[in-house]
């Protein structure tokens, strides 16, 4: 038997996914706007204003927490994103679709092949400019909130394989950017809080082991693994991955009765998700997007820098290029092919939305050439002009294949039988499908 590329899977897992990007889609418009926000307000006769708010000092000095609003953002909110992040990869590797070598190759391949390309078009760009090999990660991670927002606008009846793809594709990007913040952005390392942080950690995870759910307990815990990440030298937001794998993602017998179910971290999910894409995330992008523009003359300067010249072909040609190369090598050798109608056009449309790179590019511009500097505005810019362009194409590009996205929508939503659940995920024969 022939293997296929993008099927659909379950229907257990269709609805899971479904509303996981429901919930980000309407953090990607809550996303953008903060970042408009910030950009009109940086570019205003009050620009003062916003730079004033974004250095404000809050926090206990004691704890070496007096940190101003943009470090919070950066350091503190993105936590919250990561640890959603984290609770996502784990149940992938636990219950979801990464824990199938077969269904994983794919998005793995992908995603791996996408932070390659757009990194080595960077670093070929900027040869010979001087510090700006530390940027060589800026264009490699994607914006799932801003991507799937383009996808509410420009390909609404998306195949659910197609999200699914995306989706899984996203996950695994964030592991790889996070592992990348962790080690080759860390300056000046101190063993002893990142040891000190393993007690709190533990205690956390023996825990939610045991399904605790009380936030007086789990909160303080999960706060102080955060701020001793954060006195090590490592970048806090690894403190958010670190407790999310360590939320169980199924139940055990012992623990759910003679079978096993949803373990914590689909309640956290819930919980947190949210947060995380309704006011982290949109709170980073409004204290961080706001970038003096100086108008077209100042955009044309900005663009002429090698580095920011670099993140914009590495995010709207390396992404493409490198998760097309990566999808198409494997289906080449594993003799796989698409699914019924699908073609690679459709597989290009989502290789231009992992184009869209904005929360951790901003986040990796800001640890590479530091916050504030005349360089990281000039990453800002760029990624924000990178990821404008691969939004547009990608829209482009999405928009020619409508038609034939309605009839797969109409396919896979159709319910004869009225039994809640979509005929084609019952008997997905080959003839249903046509």
């Known amino acids: 038997m022939r293997r296929t590329l993008f099927d659909r899977?379950?229907?257990?897992?269709?609805?899971?996914?479904?509303?996981?990007?429901?919930?980000?889609?309407?953090?990607?418009?809550?996303?953008?706007?903060?970042?408009?926000?910030?950009l009109i307000w940086a570019n205003s006769p009050w620009s003062a204003g916003y730079e004033a708010l974004r250095r404000v000092t809050v926090g206990p000095a004691a704890l070496h927490l007096d940190l101003d609003l943009a470090t919070w953002a950066a350091d503190g909110l993105l936590a919250i994103f990561f640890f959603v992040a984290g609770l996502e990869l784990k149940r992938e590797f636990v219950a979801g679709d990464l824990r199938h070598a077969r269904r994983a190759a794919v998005p793995v391949a992908a995603a791996v092949g996408g932070v390659?390309?757009?990194?080595?078009?960077?670093?070929?760009?900027?040869?010979?400019?001087?510090?700006?090999?530390?940027?060589?990660?800026?264009?490699?991670?994607?914006?799932?909130?801003?991507?799937?927002?383009?996808?509410a606008v420009a390909g609404r009846f998306?195949?659910?394989?197609?999200?699914?793809?995306?989706?899984?594709?996203?996950?695994?990007?964030?592991?790889?950017?996070?592992?990348?913040?962790?080690?080759?952005?860390?300056?000046?390392?101190?063993?002893?809080?990142l040891l000190a942080a393993l007690a709190p950690l533990a205690v956390f995870t023996a825990l939610v082991q045991r399904r605790v759910r009380s936030w007086w307990l789990l909160l303080p815990l999960a706060f102080a693994v955060w701020?001793?990440?954060?006195?090590?030298?490592?970048?806090?937001?690894?403190?958010?991955?670190?407790?999310?794998?360590?939320?169980?993602?199924v139940r055990?017998?012992?623990?759910?009765?003679?079978?096993?179910?949803?373990?914590?971290?689909?309640?956290?999910?819930?919980?947190?998700?949210p947060?995380?894409?309704g006011v982290a995330v949109p709170a980073f992008a409004f204290l961080s997007a706001g970038v003096t523009v100086g108008g077209l003359s100042g955009l044309a300067t900005a663009l002429t820098d090698p580095?920011?010249?670099?993140?914009?072909?590495?995010?709207?040609?390396?992404?493409?290029?490198?998760?097309?190369?990566?999808?198409?090598?494997?289906?080449?050798?594993?003799?796989?092919?698409l699914d019924d109608g699908l073609a690679w056009v459709d597989v290009l449309g989502l290789a231009l939305l992992s184009g869209i790179g904005f929360t951790v590019s901003l986040l990796v511009g800001e640890l590479a050439f530091g916050a504030g500097t005349e360089r990281d505005a000039h990453v800002k810019l760029a990624v924000l002009?990178?990821?404008?362009?691969?939004?547009?194409?990608?829209?482009?590009?999405?928009?020619?294949?409508?038609?034939?996205?309605?009839?797969?929508?109409?396919?896979?939503?159709?319910?004869?039988?009225?039994?809640?659940?979509?005929?084609v995920y019952q008997d997905p024969s080959p003839a249903d499908r046509a």
């Open 307 to 337: 580095v920011a010249l670099g993140v914009v072909a590495g995010l709207v040609l390396g992404k493409p290029i490198g998760v097309m190369a990566a999808t198409w090598l494997v289906s080449r050798f594993t003799r796989a092919r």
């Open 227 to 249: 701020a001793l990440v954060h006195a090590s030298g490592v970048h806090a937001t690894v403190a958010g991955v670190l407790l999310g794998f360590a939320v169980p993602v």
């Open 9 to 38: 899977g379950s229907w257990a897992e269709a609805g899971r996914i479904a509303d996981i990007l429901r919930k980000e889609t309407l953090g990607g418009a809550l996303l953008l706007a903060g970042a408009a926000a910030a």
């Open 252 to 273: 055990s017998r012992r623990a759910g009765g003679p079978e096993a179910g949803p373990g914590l971290a689909e309640h956290f999910e819930h919980r947190f998700r």
């Open 158 to 193: 998306l195949p659910a394989a197609l999200r699914t793809f995306l989706l899984t594709l996203a996950v695994v990007d964030d592991l790889i950017a996070i592992v990348i913040i962790a080690v080759f952005y860390t300056a000046d390392l101190a063993p002893v809080p």
């Open 275 to 277: 947060l995380s894409a």
């Open 116 to 151: 390659l390309v757009p990194a080595a078009l960077y670093l070929l760009l900027t040869r010979g400019t001087a510090g700006a090999a530390a940027g060589w990660a800026i264009p490699t991670a994607t914006d799932i909130a801003f991507a799937l927002a383009v996808l």
């Open 385 to 423: 002009a990178g990821s404008l362009a691969a939004a547009m194409i990608a829209a482009f590009v999405l928009r020619l294949r409508g038609r034939a996205y309605r009839r797969i929508h109409e396919i896979e939503t159709a319910d004869l039988d009225h039994d809640s659940v979509p005929d």
